[in-house]
């Protein structure tokens, strides 16, 4: 079974430009991540959704950072415009979402975004 | 969310057990440790939780104390392969978001 598919895996772009990441998460799996990741840091939550539902999206920077899921499938990321402090990785997970303890968040190799 | 002290860093000599400690002093009740790990240049991956009994699984054994303050990650025998980040996360379940924090270098050495 393929795990979590994320592209591209580098981006390099110069400031002020758009850019969009795409994620497609383990076929059944109802919930979707993306989280932003520093050097030196762990992970960071910006949005999950439920199926089609982005039910968390409290850390997304709305400014310039938008997402979406449609049909409750696939996923983009866009930052527009990108400024230089956004060069990070950009992880993509998901989770089967079937409620109890478990979970367990199956992440993709992420996108290395540099800015410039 | 409860917060989590784990030391920067670790060495282990391979084949030896790791041994990862975490301080989750304000953990509720009703909160599970999750263990993640990251190796270099790849997504986190889930290794294990727990409620308040120890647990065993393929991977690794978590032993959380009775007061369920701290919990500790044993890698049984540690291989170079298990070099990466070990993060200890508080977490209510599968409806609950994953808070990581620094977590835990661990450098397994030959």
């Known amino acids: 079974e393929a795990g979590v598919v994320q592209s591209p895996r580098y981006k390099i772009i110069e400031k002020k430009q758009p850019v969009a990441f795409w994620c497609n998460p383990i076929?059944?799996?109802?919930?979707l991540y993306w989280y932003l990741q520093n050097l030196g840091q762990g992970p960071e939550l910006l949005i999950r959704?439920?199926?089609?539902?982005?039910?968390?999206d409290s850390q997304l920077p709305k400014d310039r950072f938008s997402a979406e899921r449609l049909k409750g499938v696939d996923s983009t990321l866009k930052i527009q415009p990108a400024e230089l402090g956004d060069s990070a990785v950009y992880l993509c997970?998901?989770?089967?979402?079937?409620?109890?303890?478990?979970?367990?968040?199956?992440f993709g190799p992420g996108t290395r975004l540099t800015v410039l | 969310d409860a917060k989590t002290t784990q030391p920067p860093s670790m060495d282990c000599a391979e084949g030896r057990a790791a041994n990862l400690p975490c301080n989750h002093s304000?953990?509720?009740?009703?909160?599970?440790v999750y263990w993640y790990r990251q190796i270099h240049s790849q997504g986190p991956q889930y290794i294990i939780h727990?409620?308040?009994n120890n647990e065993t699984n393929e991977m690794a054994s978590l032993i959380i104390t009775e007061d369920r303050k701290s919990s500790t990650l044993i890698l049984p025998h540690a291989t170079l392969r298990d070099t990466a980040v070990y993060y200890c996360?508080?977490?209510?379940?599968?409806?609950?978001?994953?808070?990581f924090g620094k977590g835990t270098k661990l450098s397994v050495k030959p």
């Open positions: 727990g409620l308040k």
């Open positions: 304000t953990i509720s009740g009703n909160e599970y």
């Open positions: 997970a998901s989770s089967h979402g079937a409620g109890g303890s478990y979970n367990e968040q199956f």
């Open positions: 076929s059944g799996h109802n919930t």
């Open positions: 996360i508080p977490g209510g379940g599968s409806q609950g978001n994953l808070i």
């Open positions: 959704y439920e199926n089609e539902e982005a039910v968390d």
